[in-house]
């Protein structure tokens, strides 16, 4: 039994790494600096040893074959530098899984700055529904199979082999300290989704030409009997297309490919193709970016021979990813949700969906930038537009450089900043919230427990 010792394992991608190599039969441990759920909880769960820090220490502890590592390791690190000077073995995680799982699968790719998650676990779970029984590996946990990754199953149609399928977020953020390309460019789909395309991850890419140079580079990787499925709305995107492409193209949000008709207040809606009607979702997701995510979806699935009947049916039965707009609980009249939403338009679109959902009552959007690029400031000016619809704003700026204050002063009093404790900041904004408030936690992080926090604070 080859044994992997995943350097980052807390992270999404790394710990659905270790998930799929633990069922492939490979002996896993894995070390990171901070461990939460679900990461945390479904790496318990499977079994896998986890030391917590970057420690040069381990390595006698954890002798592996080979050292995964991932894109949270920097130069300088203990542990790095002990791997290089000793001249182990080591590898990225893109980079293994495409040698060990990916080269001959099917694979259905999904990329875009925002959506990837909702979309790639919509995406398998509608496989799943026609029995197709797709391998995965997302970036959060789809609450329609409860964990992140798992190796192709047996397919309905075919119970003595195995799917052909795999869908993979496709991430265009680089893929180790060694390898700077985005980790997308490794994975080779057969249908690529490209779900939108915006600026950022300012901490490694200078300007939206860098990435979209990415972009490019995944197009060069879909063979030409292969599918694009791309945003007809983004003009970043169309830009991408037309610096090369060499397969079939379907574009979905405008009349000349996939096309929302016919909202209803539910947030059901018909599906037009090539402005001809084709099928019809009732489900209970809202908003218009998560439409425009099922439209892919089924473009994408279509591809990979599901009919649109099914996959308009698959939709219905959808259950949201983890931290997408979760309800952490309700206290005392007071609904608390968890959102991993962090880029402003994200953001933006989140506050959006659940406007939508509690009509007038009061939204109070509590924010922790978080990201690099939030850390950074690049998007800070697009931030007080982003939370315009929220009734009031909690921006936590404990760990940010840049002036949280000002950077929302065209909010006015709508704004609250904090800096102190998080149990502090919880209190203050329970002492706020009033019988039938919804507050919204966006974080890309922990955000220091503050969800149950807010529980306990208003209970």
Known sequence: MKHIHIIGIGGTFMGGIAAIAKEAGFKVS?????????????????????????????????????????????????????????????????????????????????????????????????????????????????????VSARLPQAPRQDPHS???????????????????????????????????????????????????????????????????????????????????CWTPIELFGNQAGWQIENVNEAGGFDIHFKGEPVGHVEWELLGEHNRMNALAVIAAARHAGVDIQTACEALGAFKNVKRRMEIKGTANGVTVYDDFAHHPTAIETTIAGLRQKVGKARILAVLEPRSNTMKLGTMKAALPQSLQ???????????????????????????????????????????????????????????????????????
């Not at 985005?182 to 860098?210: M, W």
């Open 162 to 244: 195995k799917s052909p399928f795999f869908v993979i977020e496709a991430d265009e953020y680089d893929t180790a300290f060694f390898d700077k390309r985005s980790k997308f460019v490794h994975y080779r789909p057969r249908t690529a989704v490209l779900n939108n395309l915006e600026y950022d991850h300012a901490d490694i890419f200078p300007d939206l030409a860098a990435i979209q140079t990415q972009f490019h580079h995944l197009v060069r990787t879909v063979p030409s009997e292969g599918l694009i499925v791309s945003n007809g709305r983004a003009e970043p995107l169309h830009e991408v297309l037309d610096k090369g």
């Open 389 to 459: 619809e929220a009734d009031h704003v909690f921006c936590y700026a404990g760990g940010v450089d840049w002036d949280v204050k000002e950077a929302l002063a065209p909010l006015g009093g709508k704004a609250t900043v904090g800096q102190g404790s998080i149990d502090s900041f919880a209190a203050a904004i329970s002492d706020f919230a009033e019988s039938g408030d919804h507050i919204l936690v966006m974080s890309n992080g922990g955000f220091g427990g503050i969800h149950d926090k807010l529980l306990q604070e208003l209970a």
């Open 30 to 146: 894995g070390c990171d600096a901070k461990m939460y759920p679900p990461m945390s909880t479904q790496l318990e769960a499977l079994g896998i040893d986890v030391h917590e820090g970057f420690d040069a220490a381990q390595l006698e502890t954890f002798q592996a074959d080979v050292y995964v590592i991932g894109n949270v390791a920097k130069r300088g690190m203990d542990v790095v530098e002990a791997i290089l000077n000793r001249g182990l073995p080591y590898i990225s995680g893109p980079q293994w899984l495409a040698e060990n799982v990916l080269h001959h699968h099917w694979v259905l790719g999904v990329a875009g700055t925002h959506g990837k998650t909702t979309t790639a676990s919509m995406l398998a779970w509608v496989l799943e529904y026609a029995g197709l029984a797709p391998g995965f590996l997302i970036g959060g946990v789809p609450q329609n199979f409860s």
